[in-house]
Each structure stands twice: as C-alpha cells, then as structure tokens.
C-alpha cells in the first residue's frame, strides 16, 4: 500500500499536510483547505471555494512532476490574506505557458493566476532540494 500522510500539523493560524506523490492522495491537500476553513469560521464562502482550486492545481503539478515523491503543503492565515506553500522534491519551476484550447492540459497555472489575488510564484529551495511553488488569497479581515 501507498503510504498517505506523513504528517498532519494544525495551530491557530496555520496548517501542514506531507504526504506522497500519489494521484490517490491529492484529496489531502484539498481536505486540508476545508480543515483550515471551517476552523477559521470561513467554509462554505467563495474564498474556500478559491482556495479548494488553487491548491487542487498546485497539488496536481506537484504529484505530475515528483510521482511518489515527498510533497508538502503549508496554509497560513495572516490578517489580510491566506498563503499556500508547495513544496516538492523537484527543482524545474513551474513554466506559465500561453493557452491552447485544442490542449487537455497547461492551465493550472492560468488558474492559479485568475485565483490568486494577492500573488503567486515559485523558487528554489535555497536550503536544500526542491521547490516551493505559493499563491496568496485575498481575504476580509
């Protein structure tokens, strides 16, 4: 059997998923932005829904591009905004490539773009392998 879950963290304000680069196991990083929301008094609005989307992508591309890899992803809350941080054992960043209707894939980043409102990017792990790929979510304060 595939392992899942290496670790679960919750404090108040932020949130940690590791888990492995298994198809089966994107629902983690989803389950941990419904965790994080209904504690923050925030499930149900557009803003989980925004932020169910942005990590649902982020999680794809990592588990596509370190298959059965280690993949961690951290959910901060700050005043006016939520961050997501990616990380996975792959150093390639991620490349926003112009859209192509007749192409089934290359729009997770597009999203991630229309989504998030506060930023979004990605760098090299300067202390070790890897990379972290974040986006930032507007909220109300």
């Not at 149900?44 to 989307?53: L, N, W, Y």
């Not at 859209?99 to 894939?105: A, F, G, I, P, V």
Request: overall charge neutral; glycine content about 10%.
């Amino acid at each position: 059997m595939k392992p899942a879950t290496d670790t679960v963290l919750s404090i108040p304000n932020l949130y940690f998923v590791g888990f492995h680069g298994y198809k089966e196991n994107a629902h983690l990083a989803r389950d941990l932005v419904g965790q994080a929301f209904e504690a923050w008094g925030m499930n149900g609005t557009p803003a989980e829904d925004d932020a169910t989307s942005i990590v649902g992508e982020i999680a794809a591309n990592a588990i596509e591009w370190t298959p059965g890899k280690s993949i961690g992803l951290w959910i901060h809350r700050f005043p006016t905004c939520i961050e997501f941080r990616m990380w996975d054992e792959c150093r390639d960043l991620p490349i926003v490539r112009p859209e192509d209707s007749s192409s089934e894939r290359g729009r997770g980043y597009l999203i991630i773009a229309a989504l998030a409102t506060r930023g979004f990017g990605a760098f090299r792990n300067p202390v070790g392998r890897g990379k972290i790929v974040w986006a930032r979510l507007a909220i109300q304060s």
